[in-house]
């Protein structure tokens, strides 16, 4: 069984934060094996609701699932897709790990960041180097455009975001994120995902995040698992290699998946990825994680919801860019 609670977190600047936890439950016995918690930073456009048969799947493995929405995506306030300073999305990351922290004590604590998710990920590592961080799960990181993005074209983006920051300057296709039809669909149907339109200043925001990511990558230490499909269209598999051949990390891992598009973990062939995913979580777990212990309660901020389903070791949808 996989209890699923839903619940709010106030940024720094006031803004209210959407938290979906997903943990381990059994039939009436709240005395769980807890082995490790994913904190997951989704992608541009996307909601943190998206990962719930992820969740399902560790949850079954004993590992808790906590993300939230974004600024300016699904639940959480802010203009849509809009962020003024790429470090607000740090400091809300800073917020939300204090949180999961809080909530889940000194349980392995993992960070999974998908596409933006991934470059937010990537640099409060590298910038903040965060305590308690048990390793660093990279999908599809945003570390390059997928595609070139001509130098006039970037200079005058950065004029619009300076004066009209709100501006769309480009639209995420559906299509790009996989090649599994099902998912392309239901994602274009989700009234939560915005792929409408990103505002000049975010993507202006994002490029600078990146070359940020790529000047400090030695000044990466955690474990490190990265992992892309090599026909991604929207973010640049040549750019997590790069980035995993100069992260100052020891202990590294790249997996590039033949043929896949954006979504790797929703993609034809994600059982595949899922399964080497996990088996790279569950090998840096330590052993003496796993210990009878009280499930959590991770509704200490502003409870919306809570309700308790069938977790499934199957895979669906549950990811974006």
């Keep these: 069984m996989t209890t699923h609670s839903e619940s709010r977190l106030q940024a720094s600047d006031g803004l209210m934060l959407h938290v979906h936890s997903w943990y381990p439950d059994t039939d009436g016995d709240t005395d769980i094996p807890l082995r490790a918690v994913v904190a997951i930073v989704h992608g541009m456009g996307e909601h943190g609701g998206r990962y719930a048969r992820l969740a399902a799947h560790f949850a079954s493995l004993g590992i808790a699932t906590v993300t939230y929405d974004l600024r300016g995506h699904g639940r959480s306030e802010g203009s849509r897709v809009y962020v003024n300073r790429f470090d607000e999305y740090l400091?809300?990351?800073?917020?939300?790990?204090?949180?999961?922290?809080?909530?889940?004590?000194?349980?392995?604590?993992?960070?999974?960041?998908?596409?933006?998710?991934?470059?937010?990920?990537?640099?409060?590592?590298?910038?903040?180097?965060?305590?308690?961080?048990?390793?660093?799960?990279?999908?599809?990181?945003?570390?390059?455009?997928?595609?070139?993005?001509?130098?006039?074209?970037?200079?005058?983006?950065?004029?619009?975001?300076?004066?009209?920051?709100?501006?769309?300057?480009?639209?995420?296709?559906?299509?790009?994120?996989?090649?599994?039809?099902?998912?392309?669909?239901?994602?274009?149907?989700?009234?939560?995902?915005?792929?409408?339109?990103?505002?000049?200043?975010?993507?202006?925001?994002?490029?600078?995040?990146?070359?940020?990511?790529?000047?400090?990558?030695?000044?990466?230490?955690?474990?490190?698992?990265?992992?892309?499909?090599?026909?991604?269209?929207?973010?640049?598999?040549?750019?997590?290699?790069?980035?995993?051949?100069?992260?100052?990390?020891?202990?590294?891992?790249?997996?590039?998946?033949?043929?896949?598009?954006?979504?790797?973990?929703?993609?034809l062939d994600r059982e595949k990825v899922i399964d080497e995913l996990t088996y790279w979580l569950l090998a840096h777990v330590p052993e003496t994680a796993a210990t009878k212990r009280k499930h959590p309660q991770p509704m200490t901020h502003e409870p919306l919801m809570s309700e308790t389903s069938q977790a499934k070791p199957a895979f669906g949808t549950h990811h974006s860019h």
């Design 91 to 267: 400091n809300d990351t800073e917020i939300f790990l204090t949180h999961v922290r809080t909530t889940f004590g000194p349980t392995p604590l993992f960070l999974l960041g998908h596409s933006m998710g991934g470059a937010i990920a990537a640099l409060y590592t590298i910038t903040r180097a965060p305590a308690n961080v048990s390793g660093l799960m990279l999908s599809s990181p945003a570390l390059a455009p997928g595609e070139p993005v001509a130098p006039w074209m970037v200079k005058a983006g950065r004029w619009v975001s300076r004066w009209l920051p709100k501006v769309p300057v480009f639209k995420i296709d559906p299509a790009a994120i996989a090649r599994d039809k099902t998912v392309v669909d239901a994602a274009k149907k989700d009234p939560l995902n915005a792929y409408r339109g990103t505002p000049a200043r975010t993507a202006a925001e994002l490029l600078d995040a990146m070359a940020r990511i790529h000047a400090n990558a030695d000044a990466l230490h955690l474990p490190l698992y990265v992992f892309h499909g090599t026909a991604d269209r929207l973010t640049a598999p040549w750019a997590s290699e790069q980035f995993h051949g100069n992260a100052g990390s020891q202990d590294k891992t790249l997996r590039l998946y033949p043929g896949h598009f954006h979504e790797t973990l929703n993609d």
